[in-house]
């Protein structure tokens, strides 16, 4: 009885650490494989940058070209995190306001991000624009996707 | 035989807890087995998708559109299909372009958006305080700033697929504006043309063309838009046909096959108006040339010029030049040299340039500024542009004429080419579009 009992005890112990184990490692690489899969399906790109240099807003278009609907969670000018004041497309263009532009852009849709430049004061990372200054742009998506634009300012 | 009874008792234990034993390891097994298949799959449909995007970006390379000259083209007549306006007629106006394109690629190419940008001073063109850039989305039905939803998708391989876009009447590509405002010094009106794709990629030129010239050092020439203009039975302003109602002509469509319906506008006119010239001294009426998109009458006779008076018949053909090269130079002379299908060829020379709102005969052209070079082209008959078999069709855009201006400059150097003769440079290919309407004036 006691070897059966130690037995028992000792399987019951091996088998709860085996499938905690086995069970964290199915979950994480699916975890692991269903973001690269997520990952690997967002496809956008920035179809066109325009200035206003007038207005001091740089305007930049970002569409989805991917199989599946994504998250534009922050844009880069310069290394600089720029919040766009508004953000409008037609079709599904959600844009949520906020100091993340988490803008939901559904496939095949168009965002374009309205990002507003100071018209004088350095403010306070960022500085007026000069004729020909190079900028560089980084959308960045919720997966961890980028794309890159590099553009003159006029 | 106690010893015996214990050792069996001990053994029958064991049995069971060998058996217990045997099954954890095999549940333990079992279990692993379970999560390498589980693994696997999801390992497999991991592969599906990396395969899966790796032909999307495969085909996403695959893409490869370019623009074939003349790039665009003024449209003025009803597009079936799309509706009216591009003729200039009913409420809604527009100024119409055929953008030409071929699909070099080996995938079919659909077309979601299409961005104008327009260089030069303010209001030409997509240019502030215009919308800028111009943003065409695709419609099934005519309006402001979209292109014709019928139009956006290319086959593979497909040759010289035009895309009709629309802008509205105040738009015009280009927009000259040398010399329009107070100490301009103008420049060629540029206009950056940017194709996007459903994969996400852009193809853009840049509108009008500007050609290469070889053995230019310094100056170099381009062609851009081209109108025309007739002498015959009447003036060119009343030849051919009526110009809109209160904005020019009065010959109230009698004695001309032609229907023209423009604005009439002065020199700098955009390509949608029948731009008005003055000061051509010898030419025209008393010195005056009226430019009108080129296009043909319909019926029968597919002829470009049908003057019920029989005479002598003069052809006008303005070519917009652009000096894209870094010094002035003075076009001195040229000549111009047009074959159309299925008959002979006709040819004049350059009777002087128009820069500036001035004509001359041979002015300093300024890098970066365009002059209109005006080719004259004399014939003794009617109906002398008569088109060979076989006609295009009512609303067809066709390319009736094949042919190349030249021009030489006070150096001497010359910017010349024939599109047909091998052996020579193509240096502005002039490729006349016209657009055929039967049943006269409407």
């Known amino acids: ?154 | 035989m106690s010893g015996r009874r214990f050792i069996f008792r001990v053994w029958r234990r064991r049995a069971v807890s060998t058996l217990i034993g045997g099954m954890i390891v095999l549940s333990l097994l079992l279990t692993a087995l379970g999560t390498m298949v589980f693994v696997t799959q999801q390992y497999d449909q991991y592969e599906q998708t990396v395969n899966r995007m790796a032909q999307y970006h495969n085909q996403q390379g695959s893409e490869d559109l370019v623009a074939i000259s003349p790039g665009l083209a003024v449209v003025n007549s009803t597009i079936s299909g799309w509706g009216s306006g591009c003729d200039g007629s009913g409420v809604n106006k527009y100024n119409c372009y055929d953008a030409t394109i071929s699909n070099l690629g080996t995938v079919g190419v659909q077309i979601t958006r299409i961005y104008v940008n327009s260089t030069g001073i303010a209001g030409s063109g997509c240019s502030s305080p215009n919308p800028a850039p111009c943003i065409l989305n695709p419609t099934s039905t005519i309006s402001p700033y979209a292109f014709n939803q019928a139009n956006e998708l290319l086959n593979p391989g497909e040759a010289n697929h035009t895309v009709l876009m629309a802008l509205p009447i105040g738009v015009g590509l280009p927009h000259p504006t040398t010399g329009s405002t107070s100490g301009s010094t103008g420049g060629f009106p540029a206009n950056s043309i940017v194709i996007v794709t459903s994969r996400g990629n852009l193809f853009s030129f840049q509108w009008p063309f500007q050609v290469s010239v070889f053995g230019q050092s310094q100056s170099a020439f381009s062609t851009g838009n081209m109108k025309v203009a007739y002498t015959g039975t009447f003036d060119s302003k009343n030849e051919p046909g009526p110009i809109a109602t209160g904005s020019g002509g009065s010959n109230s469509g009698t004695g001309s096959g032609y229907c023209h319906t423009e604005s009439s506008a002065p020199y700098p006119a955009g390509p949608g108006y029948a731009e008005k010239l003055t000061g051509i001294t010898g030419y025209g009426d008393s010195g005056v040339l009226w430019f009108l998109n080129p296009w043909i009458t319909g019926g029968n006779s597919q002829a470009i010029m049908n003057s019920a008076e029989t005479g002598a018949t003069t052809l006008y053909i303005y070519v917009l030049v652009i000096n894209t090269g870094t010094t002035s130079y003075n076009p001195t002379a040229g000549t111009i040299d047009l074959t159309w299908y299925g008959s002979n060829h006709i040819d004049g020379p350059l009777i002087g340039v128009y820069y500036n709102g001035n004509f001359a005969t041979s002015p300093s052209i300024a890098p970066g500024s365009f002059y209109y070079a005006i080719f004259e082209i004399k014939q003794s008959s009617v109906g002398i542009f008569t088109i060979g078999y076989p006609p295009p069709q009512d609303g067809q855009n066709s390319v009736m004429f094949w042919g190349a201006a030249s021009i030489t400059n006070a150096l001497g150097s010359s910017a010349e080419g024939n599109t047909f003769f091998s052996g020579t440079i193509l240096v502005s290919g002039l490729w006349i579009r016209y657009e055929t309407q039967s049943g006269g004036c409407t």
Do not use: D
Not at chain 1, 12 to 38: D, H, K, N
Not at chain 1, 47 to 71: M, S
Not at chain 1, 107 to 118: A, D, I, K, T
């Open chain 1, 1 to 154: 009885m006691m070897m059966i009992g130690i037995t028992l005890s000792l399987g019951a112990i091996l088998v709860a650490w085996a499938g905690q184990s086995y069970g964290a490692f199915s979950g994480g690489s699916q975890l692991f494989y269903q973001q690269r899969e997520q990952a690997l399906q967002e496809n956008f790109v920035i179809e066109e940058v325009f200035f206003n240099k007038t207005a001091n807003q740089i305007f930049v278009f970002v569409r989805n070209v991917g199989l599946i609907n994504i998250n534009v969670t922050a844009i880069y000018v310069n290394g600089t995190s720029i919040t766009p004041s508004t953000a409008t497309g037609h079709g599904w263009c959600s844009y949520s306001g906020t100091s993340h532009p988490a803008t939901s852009l559904g496939v095949g849709y168009v965002c374009e991000f309205s990002l507003n430049w100071p018209t004088s004061a350095c403010s306070p990372n960022y500085c007026p624009w000069v004729t020909g200054n190079i900028f560089y742009i980084v959308v960045a998506s919720a997966r961890g996707n980028q794309v890159a634009y590099t553009a003159r300012g006029p």
